[in-house]
């Protein structure tokens, strides 16, 4: 076979892996803005928060140590514990449902029927809160996080792969990292998951009938703080399982609340509103913007995939503005 | 003549209830009424003469709206209920069906049917009590799957009324069920209403500008005009009622007044004659 249809392949499964993980994050978005409408500019951020609570609890790090410090004169950082990772994860989900139900108390049940502007403005004071708080209770240095997630390529695929050159002698089999790999997989079981939520649940039926009608939803008995905090502690899991995955891959630090921007140009592709549309406009950011950087990149000086994604998503907007699978606008007079 | 049902029991008791929206607004002056158990009460009056409000009063949905009662009280068999929320309410057995036909767009007929539910747990309860509303209304059967949004208007009435259904409730606050639908869809929900009344002992409180539909079909009727009760009776007696004839069956041809205007209108009658 030759080289570039096999290192196309390779580029492809690679992209299939990138997009699954930008499908996972954009769920996070979908979920929030279906059932309230509020566009959620903090997801990023809750992925950083997430992680950094994860690796200060597995440290046994003291939460808002420096504050603690200044104002006692003590000295103290460490319990002097480590968490196991498991409990750590458990640990780390308790907070962030806590952290649904301070949004929905102290912000968002404020705001009932104030304008979308009004909610997405809320949303970026909460993304600024939330980065400096994360910073207060666990500093703000980079840190690394070792969940126990396997690193480094798969010699098992790359071996096994070999036969596919058919005898070409540069090529040694796919390489495939293993952490995408695991990524791949664990996204694709949480996408199912939360697809299977929303669509066969109660819990997730009422969540699409508060999305659809909250005074509705309210006269047949469904109480509309309890969806809220439910959504967004699923999206502050969503948020966790984002932030362990690009934390054990580059570390725990600013950056990673920047994944929320490969989000936005799958939410432009696949709808705001849809499922369906958020993993499949994940796949093809991830694939198009690979094959893209592999294909055509070298020509035009590289570096495509920061803004490739934007692109395509902005010749989406025009032909199609509610995106791939948005939910048509129903309308009947 | 449809009197059967009616019992002397009263679930429901309006005590003079004031409104008040966004603290400012007095929309209910005072207003009264009672529902007997098995009944069907009709609450009729034109436009803004507050029946919409005097139901959230009662379902508790005022507060999404900004709205308060600030005077008066609400008791369901014989407790005060304005402290509950809406679901507490749903699970009381008091539930709205909304003007304006809320469907969930959405979510295929079925599932709306099921969110009405939301309130219970028994599985297979809620799987009878789904199969009962299908026989009351044999369309929504046919397009189960569909989504609520793409059916005409009156399966979307029908969608509301079985939603409301499925929470077993025992009373049911019905408003407007006749907006925007054809004379003839209108008669085939309010016969639906009439044997759900009948066969499943279902009592309603039914808000309607149609005085002429709501008044064959209900047992006891009170009429609202800015806010205030101006008169209430047996369904029968009503539609007899000269001045309920006049002003609100249509059956003059100088069109619809209010009551208010009845007697300067008869004096000017007077002086003239
Ligand atoms: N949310 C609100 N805020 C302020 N005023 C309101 C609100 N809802 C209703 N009103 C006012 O209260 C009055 C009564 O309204 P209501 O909806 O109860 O009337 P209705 O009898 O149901 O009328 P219709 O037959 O048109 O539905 C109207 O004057 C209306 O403008
Ligand atoms: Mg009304």
Request: aromatic residues 10%; glycine residues 10%.
């Amino acid at each position: 076979m030759p080289d570039s249809l096999l290192f196309g392949t390779e580029v492809l499964l690679n992209g299939l892996m990138a997009g699954v993980l930008y499908a996972l994050v954009a769920l996070g978005f979908v979920l929030i803005f279906k059932a309230s409408g509020i566009f959620n500019y903090a997801q990023g951020v809750m992925a950083l928060f997430a992680a950094l609570t994860l690796v200060g609890i597995m440290e046994g790090q003291v939460p808002f140590s420096h504050l603690i410090n200044a104002a006692f004169g003590t000295d103290i950082h460490h319990f002097g514990w480590h968490v196991p990772a498991l409990v750590a994860i458990i640990i780390t989900m308790v907070v962030m449902v806590f952290l649904a139900w301070a949004v929905n108390h102290f912000v968002m049940r404020h705001l009932v029927n104030q304008e979308p502007i009004i909610l997405f403005m809320a949303t970026i004071g909460l993304a600024y809160f939330l980065e400096g708080f994360g910073d207060l209770m666990w500093g703000s240095d980079i840190k690394k996080l070792d969940v126990g997630l396997p690193q480094g390529g798969s010699f098992w695929i790359e071996e096994n792969t070999q036969w596919l050159g058919f005898g070409n002698e540069n090529f040694y089999g796919f390489f495939l990292d293993k952490l995408d790999l695991v990524a791949t997989v664990i996204a694709a079981i949480l996408v199912a998951a939360l697809v299977i939520f929303a669509q066969y649940t109660k819990q997730g039926r009422a969540m699409r009938a508060v999305a659809d009608d909250h005074q509705a939803a309210l006269s047949v008995g469904i109480s509309l703080n309890f969806i809220w905090i439910m959504v967004w502690s699923v999206a502050g899991f969503v948020a966790l399982v984002a932030g362990i995955m690009w934390g054990a891959k580059s570390g725990v630090q600013f950056s990673l609340s920047l994944i929320a921007l490969k989000a936005l140009p799958v939410l432009m592709l696949g709808g705001f509103t849809s499922i369906p549309g958020a993993i499949v406009g994940g796949l093809i950011i991830g694939v198009g913007e690979k094959l893209f950087e592999f294909a055509i990149g070298p020509y035009i000086g590289g570096a495509t995939e920061n803004w490739f994604a934007y692109v395509l998503a902005l010749i989406f907007l025009v032909f199609r503005p509610q995106g791939l699978f948005g939910e048509k606008i129903i309308e009947r007079v | 003549m449809l009197d059967s049902g009616r019992t002397e029991e009263t679930l429901l008791e309006v005590n003079n209830i004031e409104v008040i929206y966004n603290h400012v607004i007095l929309v209910l002056k005072g207003v009264s009424l009672s529902v007997p158990k098995g009944g069907i009460t009709a609450l009729l009056g034109g436009n803004g003469a507050g029946k919409t409000t005097t139901l959230k009063a009662i379902s508790n949905l005022l507060h999404s709206e900004r709205g308060e009662v600030t005077k008066g009280s609400i008791m369901y068999r014989g407790a005060n209920t304005q402290g509950l929320d809406p679901a507490a309410m749903v699970k009381t057995g008091v539930i709205q069906v909304m003007e304006g036909r809320h469907c969930f767009e959405h979510l295929t007929v079925e599932e709306n049917l099921l969110t009405g539910a939301y309130t219970r747990s028994n599985s297979a309860d809620i799987a009878r009590d789904l199969e009962m509303v299908y026989t009351y209304f044999p369309r929504l059967n046919e397009r189960r799957k569909s989504q609520a949004g793409y059916t005409s208007g009156g399966e979307q009435q029908m969608v509301a009324i079985g939603r409301a259904l499925m929470s077993r409730p025992e009373t049911i606050l019905l408003d407007e069920p006749s907006m925007g639908l054809a004379p003839q869809l209108v008669e085939e929900i309010f016969t639906i209403v009439k044997d759900l009344n009948e066969k499943e002992g279902a009592t309603f409180l039914l808000a309607e500008q149609n005085t002429n539909v709501a008044l064959r079909f209900a047992h006891y009727g009170y009429i609202l005009e800015s806010g205030r009760v101006v008169m209430d009776g047996p369904a029968k007696e009503l539609r007899e009622n000269p001045d309920v004839k006049e002003f609100y069956l249509g059956m003059s041809d100088e069109g619809r007044k209010s009551f208010r205007d009845v007697r300067s209108y008869r004096r000017r009658k007077r002086w003239l004659s």
